[in-house]
Every structure is written in structure tokens, then in C-alpha cells.
């Protein structure tokens, strides 16, 4: 059974910068990303990679930055530039076998 556990979320000033972790155990993982969810609103990807190729939501780019560590099976997001709107609760998602797992979710918080 894969497991996902996400770290890093926090209450952090607008303007200021947060990186969060998962760690995901198992191995192959095809694809691994970030979403978001905030109150009364669906779930989004944020950043993803596959490979060696990255997306990112358009109302992330320039400011976050995926990035992964294939030996220890972690991905990474690095938020700058925080705004009152990335408020949400994050979640890690990866892919092995077809299949997406999910972690529980760290709760980030951007303060005006």
C-alpha cells in the first residue's frame, strides 16, 4: 500500500515563501504533483512533474516551483510570493500503476 504524507503548510505573511514536502513510500512513481483545495471551492492541481517535465497552474507560475528527489521518493513545492488567494489546504498526489494516491493535507495559510 502506498503512503503519502505532506509537510510544511503554515500561516505565512503575504509576499513571503514556504516550501512543502511529501514523501511518498513505494517506488516507480510516474507522476507527482500538488493541489489545492480552499473553502467552497473544487480541488485544483497546482504543479505536477513527470519525468523531466513540469506544469504548473497559471496562477502559480513564476512564483512556485516543483521539484523532486527520485532516490528518496519526494516532491517538493517551493512558494514564494505568497498571496492571500493560495490560501487553501495542499495536497500531494502521486501515480504508480495507473493509480493516484493521495496524502491527508497540509493546511497553508497566506495573511494580508
Known amino acids: 500500500q502506498v503512503q503519502v504524507v505532506e509537510s510544511g503548510g503554515d500561516l505565512v505573511q503575504a509576499g513571503g515563501s514556504l516550501r512543502l514536502s511529501c514523501a511518498a513510500s513505494?517506488?516507480?512513481?510516474?507522476?507527482m504533483g500538488w493541489h489545492r483545495q480552499a473553502p467552497g471551492k473544487q480541488r485544483e492541481l497546482v504543479a505536477r512533474i513527470a519525468s523531466d517535465a513540469t506544469y504548473y497552474a497559471d496562477s502559480v507560475k513564476g512564483r512556485f516551483t516543483i521539484s523532486r528527489d527520485n532516490a528518496d521518493n519526494t516532491v517538493y513545492l517551493q512558494m514564494n510570493s505568497l498571496k492571500p488567494e493560495d490560501t487553501a489546504v495542499y495536497y500531494c498526489?502521486?501515480?504508480?500503476?495507473?493509480?493516484?494516491?493521495w496524502g491527508q493535507g497540509t493546511q497553508v495559510t497566506g495573511a494580508s
Open positions: 498526489a502521486v501515480t504508480t500503476r495507473g493509480r493516484d494516491y
Open positions: 513505494g517506488r516507480g512513481f510516474t507522476r
